[in-house]
């Protein structure tokens, strides 16, 4: 098998690995993590729907969770294949990797770029009281809620998703 299906392969079963470990630990440790911001919300003087109103959970909702685990199965299967040789998967990666590009790479920015995206949504409110929030004391004491390997984990997890996209892509072009 050629070495640039085995690395394109590699790539993907890395990414793959993420969307299997970063949905359980949330999974379990959200409810934590959103205890934790709630208590961060009233420390700052605020009501505690505040969160709820601007969109802003560290819990993982079933479909999240859901649709993670999928898309960590499709890339399993993906990695699987291109490791076997298979010119399915070769396809089937031509198909998927722009999307993941695309819609994992737009998902994790938000992840990655956590503290921006909040201090915009409460920039964005309609409330004058929450464009007051501190937002990095917020994903501070969020984080506090997870285990402290998760946050370079979803770090590493940006660069295969686009990145590695398009070196996927361009390994199975060869």
Same mark, same amino acid.
């Given at each position: 098998m050629p070495l640039a299906a085995t #690395? =394109? =392969? $590699? #790539?993907? @079963? @890395?990414l793959a690995a993420t969307f299997f470990v970063i949905p *359980?630990? *949330?999974w379990?440790?959200?409810g934590g993590a959103q205890d934790a911001a709630e208590a961060e919300i009233q420390r700052q003087g605020h009501a505690p729907g505040v969160l709820a109103r601007h969109g802003i959970a560290f819990r993982e909702k079933p479909w999240e969770f859901a649709l993670a685990l999928t898309i960590g199965v499709i890339l399993t299967a993906l990695g699987a294949l291109n490791l076997a040789g298979s010119p399915t998967g070769r396809l089937l990666s031509w198909i998927v990797e722009p999307m993941v590009f695309l819609g994992v790479g737009f998902i994790t920015a938000g992840q990655v770029f956590a503290? $921006?995206?909040t201090r915009a949504a409460f920039a964005r409110s309609a409330e004058p009281a929450a464009r007051t929030i501190d937002a990095r004391a917020l994903i501070a004491a969020a984080d506090s809620g997870f285990p402290a390997w998760l946050r370079p984990l979803v770090l590493i997890r940006f660069p295969l998703a686009t990145l590695g996209s398009v070196l996927v892509m361009a390994l199975l072009a060869f």
């Open positions: #690395l =394109a =392969a $590699a #790539l993907q @079963l @890395l *359980v630990v *949330v379990f440790r959200g503290t $921006a995206y």
